[in-house]
């Protein structure tokens, strides 16, 4: 009699789309809609072409508000054509493996077969994975916005913005001389929006650690931080943006400066990429062990920040991802909805 084995289950092409559809449907950053498919990538995968090596190309147009104003006509006199410029993103391609290993005595020893527990967890383990690859990318971004404008000449592009850009994308309270100043308030997330200006509207989700949730909730009087009521897989909101909560968000709680970021739908493309192997079983008879090996090769970028760095291995480690020189902004600011701020804790 046929039976269906955990190895025609792991190791079939199938489970790998069932894998990248759960991790799709699962996401905190696409639930909040953050990230979302990139329509050219897709277009690759669907292809199976063009997805070599460790960077892939993302060309974009540029916004028609470089042509300039408009022009009263003027008789038998023809009208100034102006062109829409364009220009090159670049995202580096993430790329992990991971080993897990059970023994035969571990499942004599437990009720529940470890191996069956390690295969029904691979989805959330990868997506919180995936949100320590994007927080690594976030911090090298603001690194690199906090630079002073017009120090790195050589790494100016066509589009004219420079590596530095003399934090336009960060409020950091922590720098107001009065002390209370500096302290997170109500007013704070708000003011942090104001930094796209009249594109303020675009941010529709906040990233914080878990501190900074609880200590928004003690500020509230105005009910403007409520529950999700939809179940355990729902977002928290405040004034009306989706809450990540993640500790991996940066907090010193000896000074209790807390980080928060500001983010606007669509601005990560996020990808999952074909692998020859995505997931494989492994029989080590002689010490009665088996493995499951896990390769995850994906796209998460945030749109506008061009990737310039080095990697020392295939793809970029977090530490690699982290660093301000390997990120160089080609869009204006207002087209990429992501701010930082930064306060203290009362």
């Not at 090298?140 to 906090?146: P, R, T």
């Not at 000449?153 to 209370?180: V, W």
């Not at 008879?285 to 970028?301: G, L, Q, S, T």
């Amino acid at each position: 009699m046929a039976v269906t084995k955990l190895a025609d289950i792991v190791g079939h092409q199938e489970f790998a789309k069932y894998f990248n559809l759960q991790m799709l449907e699962q996401s905190v950053l696409v639930k909040s809609g953050i990230a979302a498919p990139d329509p050219v990538i897709a277009a690759k995968i669907a292809e199976g072409s063009g997805l070599e090596g460790k960077t892939l190309d993302m060309p974009y147009l540029d916004s028609l508000d470089s042509a300039g104003d408009s022009e009263v006509p003027v008789e038998e006199t023809g009208a100034t054509a102006e062109k829409i410029s364009s220009g090159n993103d670049t995202a580096v391609v993430q790329f992990r493996r991971k080993k897990f290993g059970v023994t035969d005595i571990a499942r004599i020893m437990r009720a529940a077969d470890p191996m069956a527990q390690i295969v029904a967890q691979q989805v959330p383990y990868w997506n919180k994975q995936n949100q320590k690859i994007f927080l690594a990318i976030i911090k090298g971004v603001f690194a690199a916005n906090a630079r002073k404008a017009g120090t790195n000449t050589t790494e100016n592009d066509t589009n004219g913005y420079l590596n530095g850009c003399d934090g336009d994308m960060i409020l950091d309270l922590t720098a107001e001389t009065e002390e209370s100043a500096q302290i997170l308030s109500k007013d704070s997330i708000m003011l942090a929006a104001q930094l796209l200006g009249d594109h303020k509207a675009d941010l529709t989700a906040v990233a914080m650690p878990s501190i900074v949730e609880t200590y928004l909730a003690g500020l509230d009087t105005n009910a403007s931080l409520y529950r999700a009521s939809e179940g355990p897989a729902a977002l928290s909101k405040y004034n009306g943006r989706d809450i990540i909560v993640d500790d991996t968000v940066p907090y010193d709680p000896t000074t209790k400066t807390a980080t928060i970021y500001l983010f606007g739908k669509g601005a990560v493309a996020y990808n999952p990429l074909p692998c020859p192997h995505p997931f494989e079983l492994e029989r080590d008879p002689d010490k009665a062990v088996d493995y499951i090996h896990a390769w995850v090769r994906e796209i998460i970028h945030l749109r506008g920040w061009k990737w310039q760095g080095a990697s020392a291995g295939l793809a970029p480690t977090n530490t690699e991802l982290e660093a301000a020189g390997a990120w160089k902004r080609v869009w204006d600011k207002k087209r990429i909805p992501c701010v930082m701020l930064k306060a203290k804790l009362g």
